[in-house]
Structures are given as C-alpha cells and as structure tokens.
C-alpha cells in the first residue's frame, strides 16, 4: 500500500522554466511533510519540509505548497538550473508518538534540466 | 561533519548466502533505519531501531533481520539471499529538526546484486 503518491515519474525542463513535482497523502495522521534532492551515487539529502499549519514554504528557488484539504503537496523549482538535475522524493511522517519520526516516501520523480 | 558511512558500496553475492550490510552514524542519534530503492518504488522502509537492542520492523521486514548492540552501528541481515533482494540498500540515522519534524541523514548506499 503506497501512502504516498508522486508524479510525475521522470520530468525534462529547459533552464530557467519552473519544474513542478506532486504527491498526494492518504494519512491523515502525517503531519510532516519533507522532500528530500538524491543525487547519483548520493543518498537523499533534506531539501525542504512544511508542516500543515502553512499553506506555503519558500527557501531560495524551492517552493512548497500544501493543501491540505486535498491531502497534496508539491514542489516547485524557480528558475532551473542544470545542477538541480536530480531524483525528488516526498515523505511524509507523523511527528509525535511512537512514530519516531519515521519517512514514507513517495516513488521519486527523476528531473532533468536542460541547459 | 556528520557521518553515516555504509560499509560497502557494492556488493554481489550468491543466491541463499547470509549477507551483512554495516552501517555507523558519528551523529549519537537515537534512531536508525535501513531502506531498500527501487526505481519506480521509491524508498521502503525494512526495519527501524529507536535504541540500543530496540527494532521495529517497517513495510517490507520479510528475509531480513537487523542488529542494534551499539548506539553507533545498526546492521541489516539477509538471512538467505534471494535474487528478489537485488536492491539498493540506503542506512539513514535521524534527529529532530525544530521544525516538529525528524531529519534524515542518509549514507551514499550499497547496491546489492544477488545472483
């Protein structure tokens, strides 16, 4: 049972476009919601996170934006560049409890921008 | 700066033997995990450790064990080797972010071949 839903799969942009990567959560109990930027021969690295009393997340060129009525988040990237060229993973955690703040994570969406 | 090292970058082995796959965090986390990738999968959780001799298993626990005797090391074991465990394999340890969340640290991972 996937908990997490990404898409898309893989994604190709052209630098400086705005690349969008989604994923919908059916727990309603997570009240975490990271992304995490994997580079190859690299684990995932934290990205950015939100938490459901924000609607929104900015850090530089990343964006998260988070509806939780809807129970979806995405991520977006401003102005692309080559070097954001990786794999994209959401999650999503329940933060308290005995869920020692444990990950489920999305498929993974593999981006590519062209320069 | 903070570590986790996997032990082994590659590894191939033979059908049905045990296998060993090490992992150590220099960061005195308390929680520990063991992941398996898949493309098109993303990331699942195998088991989870929240203290010396403590585990939990995750989603996917089935052929697979773990060793918790030290805070530092946590320890995935394949008990039989199977061709269906060709994967790879990432170790992450995690604390508290102050964002209410838990961020992951992850190692660069050990790609399993089983044949």
């Known amino acids: 049972q996937q908990q997490v839903k990404q898409s898309p799969q893989s994604l190709i942009v052209q630098k400086g476009g705005i690349s969008i990567i989604n994923c919908a959560y059916e727990n309603t109990a997570f009240d975490y919601f990271p992304w995490y930027q994997q580079f190859p021969g690299k684990g995932p690295a934290l990205l950015i996170a939100?938490?459901?009393?924000?609607s929104e997340k900015k850090e530089g060129r990343f964006t998260i934006s988070f509806n939780k009525s809807a129970k979806q988040f995405s991520l977006h990237i401003m102005d692309s560049q080559p070097g954001d060229s990786a794999t994209y993973f959401c999650a999503a955690s329940m933060a308290g409890g005995t869920s020692y703040g444990k990950l489920t994570f999305g498929q993974g969406t593999i981006l590519t921008v062209h320069p | 700066d903070v570590k986790v090292t996997q032990s082994s970058r590659y590894l191939v082995k033979r059908t049905g033997e045990k296998v060993f796959l090490e992992c150590v965090q220099d960061m005195d986390h308390e929680n520990m995990f063991w992941y398996r990738q898949d493309p098109g999968l993303g990331l699942r959780l195998i088991y989870f450790s929240y203290d010396v001799k403590m585990k939990e298993k995750g989603d996917i626990p089935e052929g697979y064990s773990v060793s918790r005797e030290k805070k530092e090391r946590f320890s995935l074991i394949l008990e039989s080797a199977s061709t269906n465990q060709t994967s790879m394999y990432l170790c992450?340890?995690?604390?508290?972010?102050?964002?209410?969340?838990?961020?992951?640290?992850f190692g660069s991972g050990t790609r399993l071949t089983v044949v």
């Open positions: 939100i938490r459901p009393d924000v």
């Open positions: 992450a340890s995690s604390s508290p972010t102050g964002t209410g969340g838990w961020g992951y640290t």
